[in-house]
């Protein structure tokens, strides 16, 4: 066994860099020539060449498909080949689909295709162009993965692929996000390219006005916007879905939503509005259906004096009808070694140049190959007419001799003929030497001729290289080009947004349990009935407006703020507080406070741990947060946020677990305007922790919540009145632990 000494830290990065080039060359990024990630080249490649499933063929199985593809081309998994496949025929996915699926190939509502055994498929027409003049030498070629046999670097495509249906891909520490465009308009700006390789990138603009989805939907960018987006090559653009009004049924008016955003799933989004209809988010929205079928048609229902601007302002700001596309024009483009390509962000115009420029090399490669080959033909053409004058000669040797090798062996001594030339002369039938034959082979010669001094003509100009592509793309553009499917809307106002205007008015019990579940109840349900999980008990209650909000306050010293609209609404238990924020790992509530609308929270709050350390805030400190919650207390370590009590007098009264407590004024204990630690209130043994802070007058009573759900009832004046910082006096003396107020409900 040989064992090798070498450092961790290269061993690591080399094995890594080969991973990641590996995943940017081989699996990720498209190269900006055919516009094809590997997986994708190698399906169309396998379809036309092994299994010969042109458009006027029938299908076939789809399961062959992959099994061809992972034999010979692609060693990766099945599910990933058979799902780029499916890509490739979805109409929604593609702008201009390449595979001609039959069977269940998936749905905008984002229903999976059916498995590669149940499904067929074949080519599309537009794919052909995309494998182009395969087998002409147009493209390089490699080895495949187990060095069986050939297959293309990439594909000849005639079609600039990379721009009409886009693409998206993750590799390692980069990516890419190329939107679809529409066919006529790219192939605009390509000849005006051909045509003036100076041209302004505003004429190129001209062309090409914006990507072109194929779910409809507009796009909101100004040209500015969108001229800066193409020159950068990255940038958000935003789309948003397009609708219309329809008289429903008795007069009621309706919204019919008919195209969605690029890459939406459907089904999520009419679940995502039927939910805000559910939970009255939507004041005057009744109903959602969706009636679509080979087009989208997303019915909502309205109520009488219903806004409809209004309410499609609150969906495309609330649900998926709005969306930014994150434009990344990131692709391989060649390099020097012809086997692999370099990732370059480009811009528009870079990524057109790279296509002509790749179809300007095809070309001549295309035409070197014809020319080649009608070399061959021409040279065995002149060989035949040569010797049609002494045919009979011709005729006498064949007949002495002893073979085809001795027969074609004396036909070049004779006649000055070349291997190649001989041969073809003696494989030839008897009847194509007769006059009539003679003079096609005459006329035959005479146009390969021509057609060669063409071919060097063309080769030797650049620009009639360039006409040859220009008449080529043209074609494509007439065979398969179509109407823009995406309004590009320039000057688009925002209607003015303002949450609260959407928020229905409703009363309702706020209800959050020491297990940390959330809910509001009509004001009509009684609380202490309310349904609670086994176990469970009531932490706070109170009555509310679906228009305020409430404060959650947690164990590690963090606050969070919810609408109590977004609390649900419902008769069972409710959610758990980690539907609503992002709680940590052992945190809890401690402590939940009201926030009346339109109203900063009047009374000072007084935090406390259960270490015995404490401070005061303004009421107004408390603002509205994110699901992340903001730190109002720094703990220390084995500490916690015991509890939240207003203070609205000048007394405080302190009672631990063991029993212990005391009074003493609350002006004593600090006003923080930041998150901090406070000072002691209460001295804690170890065996000890502070559960209740109250804010109290003199002749008030307060009833303690013991174990074993025992009570009791304290008046303020048995408390001794002190300094803060104290141990106090034993007020609970039947030795059974505090656990805090009843909360009455």
């Not at 002006?667 to 002691?680: H, Q, R, Y």
Request: proline share 4%; with cysteine.
């Amino acid at each position: 066994m040989t064992v090798l000494d070498v450092s961790l830290i290269d061993e690591s990065r080399s094995r890594y860099l080969t991973y990641a080039l590996s995943v940017v060359n081989s699996r990720a990024l498209p190269d900006v020539r055919d516009g094809l990630k590997p997986v994708q080249r190698r399906i169309l490649y396998a379809m036309a060449k092994n299994l010969g499933l042109s458009p006027d063929k029938a299908h076939r199985k789809s399961a062959a498909v992959v099994g061809e593809v992972l034999a010979r081309y692609h060693p990766h998994g099945d599910a990933a080949c058979y799902e780029a496949m499916v890509r490739m025929s979805q109409d929604f996915n593609f702008r201009y689909p390449l595979i001609d699926g039959q069977g269940n190939f998936g749905s905008l509502d984002g229903d999976s295709a059916a498995a590669y055994r149940y499904t067929e498929a074949r080519l599309m027409p537009l794919a052909l162009e995309v494998v182009g003049d395969i087998g002409m030498d147009t493209v390089e070629e490699r080895e495949n993965f187990d060095q069986t046999q050939l297959e293309p670097v990439v594909l000849p495509s005639r079609v600039p692929q990379l721009l009409i249906n886009g693409t998206t891909g993750i590799a390692v520490g980069m990516a890419t996000a190329i939107p679809p465009h529409n066919l006529n308009e790219v192939v605009k700006a390509l000849l005006l390219i051909l045509e003036d390789p100076e041209v302004s990138e505003t004429k190129i603009l001209g062309c090409i006005k914006g990507p072109d989805f194929p779910t409809g939907c507009s796009i909101l960018a100004t040209k500015g916007e969108l001229k800066q987006v193409y020159r950068d090559g990255r940038g958000p653009i935003k789309t948003r879905a397009d609708y219309r009004l329809e008289k429903g049924a008795r007069g009621k008016e309706l919204i019919v939503i008919n195209s969605i955003p690029y890459a939406t799933d459907k089904s999520s989004l009419v679940e995502k509005i039927a939910d805000l209809i559910i939970g009255k988010k939507v004041p005057n929205l009744n109903d959602v259906r969706d009636e679509s079928t080979d087009v989208v048609r997303i019915v909502l229902e309205t109520g009488g004096d219903a806004d409809p601007v209004k309410i499609m302002a609150y969906l495309y700001k609330n649900t998926p009808l709005e969306q930014n596309f994150n434009v990344n024009f990131t692709a391989l483009i060649p390099t020097d070694n012809p086997l692999s390509g370099k990732p370059v962000r480009l811009s528009l115009r870079e990524m057109l140049e790279q296509f002509i420029s790749f179809r300007e090399d095809v070309t001549k490669r295309k035409l070197n190959w014809e020319k080649s080959k009608l070399e061959e033909r021409i040279h065995l053409l002149e060989g035949l007419v040569f010797v049609f004058p002494d045919i009979l000669k011709v005729i006498e040797i064949v007949r002495k001799s002893s073979g085809r090798s001795d027969a074609a062996e004396k036909l070049q001594k004779k006649f000055k003929l070349s291997e190649l030339q001989a041969f073809f002369i003696v494989d030839m039938r008897i009847y194509q030497l007769s006059r009539t034959n003679i003079d096609e082979v005459e006329a035959e010669l005479a146009e390969k001729s021509k057609r060669v001094k063409e071919i060097n003509r063309i080769l030797k100009s650049k620009k009639a290289v360039r006409k040859e592509i220009s008449e080529e793309l043209q074609q494509i553009a007439k065979t398969y080009g179509d109407a823009r499917r995406s309004a590009l809307v320039h000057d688009h106002e925002e209607e003015d947004f303002d949450a609260d205007d959407y928020v229905q008015h409703e009363d309702a019990w706020v209800i959050v349990t020491k297990d940390g579940w959330v809910k509001r109840i009509r004001t009509n349900n009684d609380p202490e009935t309310t349904r609670l999980r086994d176990g469970d008990s009531i932490l706070f209650v109170t009555e509310a407006s679906t228009k305020d909000s409430i404060a959650v306050f947690s164990n590690q010293g963090v606050y969070y703020t919810s609408k109590v609209l977004d609390l649900s609404s419902t008769s069972g238990y409710g959610d758990p507080i980690q539907k609503l924020f992002k709680f940590k790992d052992g945190e809890k509530i401690t402590s939940v406070r009201l926030l009346p609308e339109g109203q900063a929270v009047e009374k000072e709050l007084l935090l406390f741990s259960k270490r015995g350390l404490g401070f005061r805030v303004s009421g107004d400190t408390i603002s509205e947060t994110n699901r992340n919650g903001k730190r109002l207390m720094k703990l220390k370590a084995g500490d916690e946020l015991a509890g939240v009590t207003e203070v609205d007098t000048k007394l405080l009264i302190l009672v631990s677990e063991q029993g212990y407590g005391f009074s003493f004024a609350a002006e004593e204990v600090p006003v923080l305007s930041n998150a901090g630690k406070g000072v002691i209130l209460q001295k804690m043994p170890d065996n000890d922790n502070l559960v209740l802070v109250k804010s109290v007058t003199k002749k008030e009573s307060v009833e303690l919540l013991l174990a074993k759900d025992k009570t009791k009832k304290i008046a303020v004046s048995e408390f001794k009145s002190s300094l803060r910082a104290k141990r106090g006096n034993k007020v609970v003396k039947r030795g059974m632990p505090v656990i805090g107020e009843i909360i009455e409900v």
